[in-house]
């Protein structure tokens, strides 16, 4: 991407300070909905059905297989291992390889001189094309940039033998200066991590001298005008957050080999085959078709795998041996040099009257993206356009972002993807502000907030076309009230004992649904001649359950049993192109290309109909695995009209359907956060009595599979609230090794979490549905914050909240 | 070496390496429900039964296996005939990406026959090990608290196993007890 072409996607800024405000008939609030979109709850037969999670049988007995159950059916299957810098900053030398290369068992070694290694410039980050990150990174790097950067990999037959041949690796180095703090990276003097020349696809607002990897910003109305009225006041806080560890429990892990027809297949745990393939193309120099990237079950991606992080190093080694390679990341490696959650201090400031009118409201954030930019102009965009159009009253908005280098690790997309930082910031700033004009936090937000039929220009405040967007669909309203209840909101005893203090804390959070016009789903279904059928679609099922909303989208319109749907997803040589599971898109964009695929084979399915009844078309539907005549009562099963279709008279034909689907919308869900928390106003101990989250998510497709994203980004936002996170010694190297030493809430640490699905209708996407599992991830670090301030009146403004910190602050 | 055991129910002879690993052994033997997580003993994604009590296979050597009693999630029901614990997972959706299920279940099934009527701060205790990173733990903690009750203290065993009947997807644990030969 150079400057001048921006990504049109609400996060994904350009470089514009003020928007041209597009005319308001291209967002129209009615919505030409077709008829069938809109059902009523008894006129449903699959959708917002608690169905049964399709592959939940083969999770629960162990027959599912993820990426490394394949191993077996690879008999001659090489095991990978990588060296890692040891250094923070410097240029590798000389690499000693011999001791590897002549032990039994090791199949091959390679460093960034080999041959076999692809000498490119990619980004690992797993976006749409032109990637909205720049690339600077190769596979295996000469210079190093963290502790942790890959320079050598080694197959060997065996883990323990690849694992030693590593150890017996020298690297020597050049050692540079090097920077780990954000804020000290962001000057002229300090060590500089890339040249120009280091890096293609550079992004708009770049600044190598300064460590800067983007910088975006943008305005509506006047910000400073409002600082300078003089009926208002100006009020500033500052936020800082914690690097946060995806620590998916099934590691990256990807397995390559090249098939009989010398084409190169993927067997990987991604959140994105599409993107993975074109890179790997792009990266070996090969054409897209000869490249298959498939996906079995994944054991959690939450953005940690929309990276292209594993897949390259075993296809080389696979190349390089000449035999299929597996290359699992250990936990370690997932801590010191996978992706991770970039750590921002973010500052708000608003200028309000006596009276609580927000006249101005401002975000400026500093990101750290690590060693290299992946994601890193893209979630920095987030922490404006997704938090702050919730406030879409407010006449004048500015957001600015300033993302830089640091040789620390890498970070990447994680659920939420900004909106987290961005909405700790906003909602604990807007806290502040009602507490010291001593108004209601709740009531002071209610006079600012969307509702339905504004249009959003804060989303497309950065410049992202298509990024405005019309509200048709709102809950906040309902997710406070029924929050509020189910938490005890009006009924809060305090303890007994006088030290002792219990507050709630409440924040609101918006996210999108998808990248407005900037994301593709497909799907195709073929009916089978015993009335079933086949689902393929490209959309990717990481745990969530997509493969089960697909397939109640699929049942709805096809008025089958869901039993009768055999679903394959995320298989590039069998499925339609999709952008990947991101940005909260796949029930509403891939979901969308299902139903569009079920309709067209629908079509077909009546036309068969109304031949074998004798009965015009206009009057059959389909339900429960018939076509019936509205006007006349016949019926004819699905069966029969599948296998009519194929063995029948000479008009037979195979009955396939096919959608597609991309769209300039993306509607954002809401929710209403609630935490309930008893301090020790003597020591700083507190307990989080209960989380409440109550969410707008449009109609669920899934209630059970709702709610179970819902309490599950829940949980993650509490860690994100409470955990230190990703620390580093004094080098960046991770002082968290496994899962002990990361320290997150564990089952019994955690608080009850309550999840209230607060059902609208979001006309743009599938049966009213819009998205769920990321914006409960952005809530609980300021609902707690503000519970805590409530509480005992101190403010915890850097995560985590601990206890010592509360300590200290009441002691001041 | 050679080591004998009893592994869901059928007595069994493996041909492990000196400084195998359990876990490593089972997955070669293709048992791949038992799930790895981390780098060793912590992430419960490992959880075998070992003479009744859950034990994380990626602590243990295989060669301690020896003489003992080995339980695996492919002990328990079949896809057509789950077992109550698993049934409450699929019922409440406990299951999301599903890599920490086993070991989870395993843990509950050797909480239940020690603690028939656990209550929730005991349950959470229990899988305190187990490291989830989708769910929240909510609905695993609640799958658990009603298997409780379905199980109502007998162990759950549902008797006669039944063979899936989709063809050609035998799920049915107890056919791969011959890796010997
Ligand atoms: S793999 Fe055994 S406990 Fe994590
Ligand atoms: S369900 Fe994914 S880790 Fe537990």
Redesign the pocket.
């Known amino acids: 991407m150079s400057e001048n072409d921006p990504k049109p996607d609400g996060g994904t800024a350009s470089q514009s300070s003020s928007v041209e405000r597009e005319a308001l008939d291209d967002h129209p609030l009615e919505w030409d909905e077709p008829e069938n979109n809109r059902k009523a709850d008894d006129e449903r037969q699959s959708v917002s059905r608690p169905a049964e999670k399709d592959d939940d049988r083969k999770l629960v007995t162990g027959e599912a297989k993820y990426t490394a159950d394949y191993e077996e059916q690879f008999p001659d299957l090489a095991h990978a291992a990588v060296v890692r810098s040891e250094i923070p900053h410097g240029r590798v030398t000389a690499i000693d390889t011999d001791a590897a290369e002549s032990m039994d068992g090791v199949h091959a070694v390679l460093t960034p001189w080999s041959d076999g290694c692809p000498d490119a410039k990619y980004t690992s980050a797993g976006q749409s094309y032109p990637e909205p990150s720049p690339w600077d990174m190769n596979v295996l790097n000469e210079h190093v940039r963290y502790v942790g950067d890959p320079i050598a990999a080694v197959a060997a037959e065996d883990d323990e033998t690849a694992t030693a041949a590593v150890e017996t690796i020298g690297v020597e180095y050049e050692e540079y200066e090097y920077v780990l703090d954000p804020e000290e990276a962001f000057s002229e003097d300090a060590p500089q991590l890339f040249a120009d020349e280091d890096v293609e696809n550079e992004i708009v607002g770049h600044d190598y001298d300064r460590n800067r990897m983007s910088n975006i910003e943008g305005e509506l109305g006047d910000v400073a005008a409002a600082y300078d009225r003089e009926d208002t006041h100006v009020h500033e806080t500052e936020w800082s957050t914690i690097r946060q560890s995806h620590a998916q ?1 099934e590691k990256h892990t990807s397995l390559a080999y090249t098939d009989e027809d010398d084409r190169h297949v993927l067997i990987t745990s991604t959140q994105v085959p599409n993107h993975t393939r074109r890179q790997l193309a792009h990266l070996f120099d090969v054409p897209v078709r000869d490249v298959r990237v498939t996906k079995p079950r994944v ?2 991606g939450f953005g940690g795998k929309q990276a292209m992080v594993v897949e390259p190093i075993a296809l080389a080694l696979s190349l390089a041996a000449d035999r299929p390679v597996i290359y699992e990341a250990s936990r370690a490696e997932e801590f010191q040099a996978m992706r991770s959650r970039h750590p921002m201090r973010v500052r708000a400031r608003s200028a309000v009257t006596d009276d609580g009118d927000i006249e101005a409201l401002e975000l400026y954030a500093l990101s750290n993206t690590g060693a290299y930019g992946s994601h890193g102009m893209t979630v920095a965009g987030n922490v404006g356009s997704k938090p702050m159009p919730l406030y879409s009253k407010v006449p004048n908005v500015r957001f600015e972002a300033d993302i830089v280098h640091t040789n620390t690790p890498q970070t990447g997309a994680m659920r939420g993807y900004g909106a987290p930082q961005g909405t700790i910031a906003l909602e604990g700033h807007l806290d502040e502000v009602a507490r010291d004009l001593d108004l209601d936090p709740i009531e002071f937000r209610r006079d600012h907030y969307m509702e339905v039929g504004d249009l959003d220009e804060i989303a497309g405040m950065m410049g992202g076309e298509g990024a405005e967007r019309r509200i048709r669909s709102c809950g906040l309203d309902d997710c406070i009230e029924r929050g509020k209840e189910a938490i005890g909101y009006d009924e809060i005893e305090q303890p007994e004992a006088e030290h002792r203090h219990r507050g709630i804390g409440m924040a609101l959070s918006a996210q999108g649904t998808g990248v407005a016009g900037d994301e593709l789903g497909g799907a195709q279904i073929m009916m089978n001649e015993d009335g079933s059928f086949h689902l393929q679609v490209g959309g990717v099922d990481i ?1 969530t359950g997509a493969d089960t909303a697909f397939i109640q989208i699929a049942a709805e319109v096809l008025g089958c049993d869901e039993r009768d749907i055999v679903i394959k997803t995320s298989d590039t040589d069998n499925t339609p192109f999709d952008y990947g599971a991101y940005a909260s898109s796949t029930t509403y964009i891939s979901g969308m290309a299902v139903k569009k695929a079920a309709e067209d084979a629908k079509e077909r399915i009546l036309d068969w109909g109304s031949r074998l009844l004798d009965e015009p078309v206009e009057d059959l539907d389909t339900a429960d695995g018939e076509v019936y005549s509205e006007a006349t009562g016949e019926s004819v099963s699905l069966e029969d009209v599948g296998y009519e279709s194929v063995y029948g008279d000479e008009d037979r034909e195979h009955i396939l359907g096919k959608g597609s689907h991309s769209t300039d919308e993306s509607p954002p869900p809401f929710a209403a956060q609630f935490a309930d928390v008893t301090v020790d106003a003597e020591t700083g101990e507190f307990e989080v009595n209960k989380l409440v989250v109550a969410v707008d998510c449009g109609v669920a497709i899934n209630p059970g599979m709702a709610e179970g994203q819902v309490e599950g980004a829940n949980h993650m936002s509490y860690e994100l609230a409470v955990n230190e996170g990703i620390t580093f010694d004094d080098e960046g190297r991770a002082e968290v090794a496994d899962f002990d030493e990361y320290d997150f809430p564990t089952a019994a640490e955690s608080p009850p979490i309550e999840s209230i699905l607060v059902e609208t209708h979001e006309p743009t996407g599938p049966f009213g549905a819009k998205s769920v599992a990321e914006v409960p991830t952005n809530t609980v670090p300021p609902a707690l914050s503000n519970a805590v301030r409530e509480a005992v009146g101190v403010r915890i403004d850097e995560m985590p909240i601990t206890a010592a910190k509360i300590r200290s602050r009441l002691d001041e | 070496m050679e080591i004998e055991f009893t592994l869901n129910d059928e007595r069994t002879t493996f041909d492990a390496g000196a400084d195998e690993l359990l876990v490593t052994a089972l997955r070669r033997e293709g048992y791949t429900g038992v799930q790895c997580g981390c780098d060793g003993g912590v992430c419960g994604a490992s959880k075998v039964l070992v003479d009744g009590e859950a034990r994380m296979a990626c602590g243990m050597d295989a060669a301690d296996a020896g003489g003992t009693e080995i339980e695996t999630i492919e002990a328990l029901g079949s896809q057509d005939d789950l077992h109550p614990i698993q049934q409450a997972f699929v019922d409440h959706f406990a ?7 086993p070991g ?1 279940i395993m843990q509950a099934k050797e909480l239940l026959a020690a603690n028939p009527d656990p209550s929730e701060r005991e349950v959470r205790e229990a899988i305190d090990d187990n ?5 929240g733990y909510q609905k695993p903690v609640e799958a658990i608290l009603d298997a409780a009750e379905r199980m109502d203290g007998d162990d759950g065993a549902s008797g006669q196993r039944s063979v899936a009947t989709d063809g050609g997807n035998p799920t049915d644990g107890h056919e791969r007890g011959d890796f010997d030969e």
């Open positions: 429990v054991g959690g745990g | 299951v999301q990406c599903g890599f920490c299920i989870m490291v989830c990173r989708c769910t």
